[in-house]
């Protein structure tokens, strides 16, 4: 059967159909409220700790993605408003506190379901969803253990919840098969970052499917072949192989030097939204970060931005566990996709063009200059740099370096340690920006091109619209023409051109950053073995043609062409 291809991979193991437990509250009169109030703390306290269980596993495993998760649940859990919200309906309306708790929910969950405008925020109703049934379950006395096969297994699903995978034994889990599910679902991107090859919209799954049968997910023809014969096994038998060979391989990449064959040196930085994430990019082998994204200090805050000392903390913690490497620290980006509903950002009809990021900043100086000060503050402990987002005209750049010499001017005033050298760059993202390079190349220290937004931009698509994903292709010949005018101004200048987009991941691009004089990749962590091998194994020499004809190039197909032609040479 076939299914979309949510996370590449094979494997190779029994199907094991698995069945969420979905319960309902039934909607009563109580005539002991006080009693409900009791039972309704004792199922939230409960929650807790197993939410709290969790984390902890979440933490040890490194596991990001799935620790964000819980914490979102775990906060709902303390928030006094749904607490109140609870307590009203048992104690002025005189409902049992299972409906309670199921009508509270669903409320958050619906006003969530309705940003269309936020993937980020939409996604967590799915979260409250979970968060629900697991109350319900407690409340109702319904057992939600997830019962597993003694061995490896493919979970087999209408759908799953982030946290059924969360207690799902990874070892056993090597694979993911969804009736329903979404590219953007919390599910899919666990299971990516596990690498767990999973497909979704395979209907009528469950149906066909029994437990033990033996079964064969192929993530990259996006197929599941039920009692697999010797030729399909042999196939997947080749893939691990090759996989394991890759793995052993790529582990002397972990900690060489990045260079390439004719001598030019390279860094591979990480891109990443906490200080938790330091040990593993750094066992991973990354030189340092090149894209620390602040914003999510201040989403996990609820009320109220985070305060000079929380951010300092954040930011020191990240500096010292990175011992003297690179810490880029991107100032605020809020807006967009990423909503903050304490800062009072009205809707808007189009906020990937509105009023976000430096824009933002430069009308709330009070709170930019307290990111400021936190980001000099931690340049005492550390090899810390700070960069601007969304830069569009030289006066928005000017103005933000205005307000830096200010805070700088107040530290020295006050006798508060910072780092009076701290170098600065800007993103670039905007269109403005790209064609201008060379007017702001001598106002800064680097540029960061952010490959995500540029293309978006670049090609007026919004990246979110599955209609349109042709357009937001990192193999645009006229992205590539930006990139490399870029690279020009920047090396003019005198000053480093970094790529913190997803373009820099991307293999077959590897050759063309390191040929147009790219300094630095900043990559997911998963991907910087990968990316320090590609760059280990180019020659800037000969693939100079490679860039010429690249850049000479009308269509998306020619640039993969020539790509795909250069590689075979090489092989």
Not at 316 to 329: C, D, N, S
Request: with cysteine.
């Amino acid at each position: 059967m076939r299914g979309r291809i949510a996370s590449q991979g094979m494997a190779l193991a029994e199907a094991y159909p698995v069945a969420e437990t979905l319960v309902e509250a039934a909607k009563e009169k109580t005539a002991d409220p006080a009693g409900e109030w009791a039972r309704f703390q004792a199922a939230r306290e409960r929650c807790a700790d197993q939410i709290t269980r969790l984390m902890e596993n979440a933490e040890k495993n490194e596991d990001d993605d799935i620790r964000d998760i819980l914490d979102f649940q775990y906060l709902i859990l303390e928030d006094t408003e749904f607490l109140d919200k609870i307590e009203h309906m048992i104690f002025k309306d005189s409902w049992n506190c299972a409906y309670a708790v199921q009508t509270v929910l669903d409320i958050y969950q619906k006003k969530l379901q309705a940003l269309t405008d936020n993937a980020y925020l939409r996604e967590r109703a799915a979260d409250v969803d979970d968060l629900g049934q697991r109350l319900l379950c407690e409340l109702l006395g319904v057992e939600n253990a997830i019962s597993e096969p003694g061995g490896p297994y493919i979970a087999v699903a209408a759908d799953l919840s982030p946290s059924r995978i969360t207690e799902m034994d990874d070892k056993k889990l090597v694979g993911i098969v969804l009736e329903k599910g979404a590219m953007t679902a919390h599910t899919v991107i666990i299971a990516r970052s596990r690498g767990i090859p999973c497909l979704i919209g395979a209907e009528g799954a469950l149906e066909r499917i029994s437990a033990g049968t033996p079964a064969l997910l192929d993530g990259f023809a996006g197929e599941l072949y039920l009692d697999p014969d010797a030729r399909q096994i042999e196939g997947y038998e080749a893939y691990a192989a090759e996989r394991r060979a890759e793995r052993a391989l790529l582990l002397e990449y972990r900690h060489r030097e990045t260079r390439t064959k004719d001598g030019f040196g390279m860094r591979v930085y990480a891109n990443i939204t906490s200080y938790k994430d330091v040990a593993g990019l750094l066992e991973q082998g990354a030189e340092g970060v090149g894209l620390f994204r602040t914003e999510l200090l201040y989403m996990e805050s609820k009320d109220a931005p985070p305060s000079e000392e929380t951010q300092l903390t954040a930011y020191r913690k990240a500096a010292e566990a990175l011992g003297g490497r690179p810490l880029v620290l991107r100032t605020l980006d809020v807006g967009g996709d990423k909503e903050l509903p304490y800062l009072g950002i009205p809707k808007e009809d189009n906020p990937f063009l509105g009023y976000r990021a430096i824009r933002y900043c430069l009308d709330h100086r009070e709170l930019f200059r307290t990111q400021l000060s936190a980001i000099l503050r931690a340049g005492a402990y550390g090899n810390v740099q700070l960069m601007f987002p969304m830069i569009a005209k030289p006066e928005e750049l000017a103005l933000a370096r205005a307000e830096l010499a200010l805070v700088m001017a107040d530290l020295s005033a006050r006798g508060v340690p910072y780092d009076r050298g701290i170098r600065i760059g800007m993103m670039v993202e905007t269109p403005a920006a790209a064609m201008d390079a060379g007017r702001f190349a001598d106002k800064v220290d680097f540029f960061s091109i952010g490959t995500n937004d540029l293309t978006q931009y670049l090609f007026a698509a919004d990246r979110t619209n599955a209609r349109i994903s042709h357009l937001n292709s990192c193999f645009q010949p006229a992205l590539l023409r930006a990139v490399n005018h870029l690279a020009e101004c920047a090396r003019a200048a005198g000053i480093e051109a970094d790529i913190c987009g997803q373009a820099g991941e991307v293999p077959e691009l590897v050759p063309l950053w390191v040929c147009m004089g790219i300094n630095n990749l900043s990559v997911s962590t998963p991907e910087i073995t990968r990316v320090r091998r590609s760059i280990c194994e180019a020659d800037r020499g000969l693939c100079r043609r490679l860039l010429g004809r690249v850049l000479e190039s009308d269509t998306e197909q020619a640039v993969r062409q020539a790509l795909s032609q250069a590689q075979e040479q090489k092989s």
